[in-house]
């Protein structure tokens, strides 16, 4: 290299567009990340790991080497980045028309996100599998069950579960689907264990209420959310704090119930 080109290379200008270029491009890969935040899914881990009973919680403190399930909560999303994985990606949503009710529909060749529980939950209950594939599974279940839960995971194939419905969130360009995966919970500022610590406290009964049902049941109530999610905006339009406002409480009881639901596909498990 010539003294010409060193000094190019090592100029005040050109380490501005090299920083400049590597912030964009990490800025456009953020932006196309397809889950609920990374904060939403801790949440669920954390809510079912406090109703998990005695013995559920030691089967699942050893196939998890000591990690809780708030720290393996985003582990379905961080695999996708390998190319190994990729066959699991169909496993987070469903998409199927809004009058239409899952059972009716020809089931995707790739899977979907209830077939994905389901198969999860055959591995792990299967005593006879290695430690390592119950573990791999027992972390993409509890990432899939909030998933199940997160409305636009539940939407519509036309506009790629509200992908493609673009939107302004406090100005800045956003779409329907990363409004519920992540503006939401990400502007709310508060940690993982803040938000479930600050959920709405319920009882016994509450609780079981919430508990009762299959996944098919389950499903059909975030569609039927989902229904009302895609009726609440006009593609372009601009929103703010009252769009938050207004949704606030129906995300808080979506987290709720995916940690709770969680907790009782576990227990049901070990």
Same mark, same amino acid.
């Given at each position: 290299?010539?003294?010409?080109?060193?000094?190019?290379?090592? @100029?005040? /200008?050109?380490?501005?567009?090299?920083?400049?270029? $590597?912030?964009? @491009?990490?800025?456009?890969?953020?932006?196309?990340? =397809?889950? #609920?935040?990374?904060?939403? +899914?801790?949440?669920?881990?954390?809510?079912? /790991?406090?109703? !998990?009973?005695?013995?559920? *919680?030691?089967?699942?403190?050893?196939?998890?080497?000591?990690?809780?399930?708030?720290?393996?909560?985003? $582990?379905?999303?961080?695999? *996708?980045?390998?190319?190994?994985?990729? *066959?699991?990606?169909?496993? +987070?949503?469903?998409? $199927?028309?809004?009058?239409?009710?899952? *059972?009716?529909? &020809?089931?995707?060749?790739?899977?979907?996100?209830?077939?994905?529980?389901?198969?999860?939950?055959?591995?792990?209950?299967?005593? +006879?599998?290695?430690?390592?594939?119950?573990?791999?599974?027992?972390?993409?279940?509890?990432?899939?069950?909030?998933?199940? +839960?997160?409305?636009?995971?539940?939407?519509?194939?036309?506009?790629?579960?509200?992908?493609?419905?673009?939107?302004?969130?406090?100005?800045? =360009?956003?779409?329907?689907? %990363?409004?519920?995966?992540?503006?939401?919970?990400?502007?709310?500022?508060?940690?993982?264990? &803040?938000?479930?610590?600050?959920?709405?406290?319920?009882? %016994?009964?509450?609780?079981?209420?919430?508990?009762?049902?299959?996944?098919?049941? #389950? !499903?059909?109530?975030?569609?039927?959310?989902?229904?009302?999610?895609?009726?609440?905006?006009?593609?372009?339009?601009?929103?703010?704090?009252?769009?938050?406002?207004?949704? #606030?409480?129906?995300?808080?009881?979506? !987290?709720?119930?995916?940690? !709770?639901?969680?907790?009782?596909?576990?227990?049901?498990?070990?």
């Amino acid at each position: 290299m010539t003294k010409s080109t060193k000094n190019t290379v090592n @100029s005040p /200008q050109t380490i501005k567009i090299i920083v400049l270029l $590597f912030f964009l @491009s990490s800025q456009l890969v953020i932006s196309n990340v =397809p889950f #609920w935040s990374k904060t939403g +899914h801790r949440v669920i881990g954390e809510i079912a /790991q406090d109703h !998990l009973n005695a013995k559920t *919680k030691r089967e699942i403190l050893k196939l998890l080497d000591g990690e809780s399930l708030a720290a393996v909560a985003n $582990f379905s999303d961080e695999i *996708k980045a390998d190319t190994t994985y990729r *066959k699991f990606s169909a496993w +987070h949503y469903v998409n $199927f028309p809004a009058d239409a009710s899952y *059972k009716d529909v &020809e089931p995707s060749p790739y899977g979907d996100v209830v077939i994905g529980i389901q198969k999860c939950i055959e591995i792990v209950k299967n005593k +006879h599998s290695s430690k390592s594939n119950r573990a791999f599974y027992l972390k993409m279940l509890v990432h899939l069950m909030g998933d199940l +839960h997160q409305p636009m995971h539940v939407g519509r194939l036309e506009d790629k579960g509200g992908n493609d419905i673009e939107l302004q969130w406090f100005n800045r =360009p956003s779409n329907l689907h %990363k409004i519920w995966d992540a503006n939401m919970i990400d502007d709310y500022g508060m940690s993982y264990t &803040e938000l479930a610590d600050n959920l709405p406290r319920l009882t %016994k009964k509450q609780v079981a209420v919430i508990q009762k049902g299959t996944i098919y049941d #389950w !499903l059909e109530e975030t569609q039927d959310i989902a229904n009302e999610v895609y009726e609440s905006v006009d593609e372009g339009e601009k929103l703010y704090y009252r769009y938050s406002y207004d949704w #606030w409480s129906t995300l808080e009881t979506q !987290l709720e119930r995916g940690g !709770l639901r969680l907790a009782k596909v576990l227990n049901e498990l070990f």
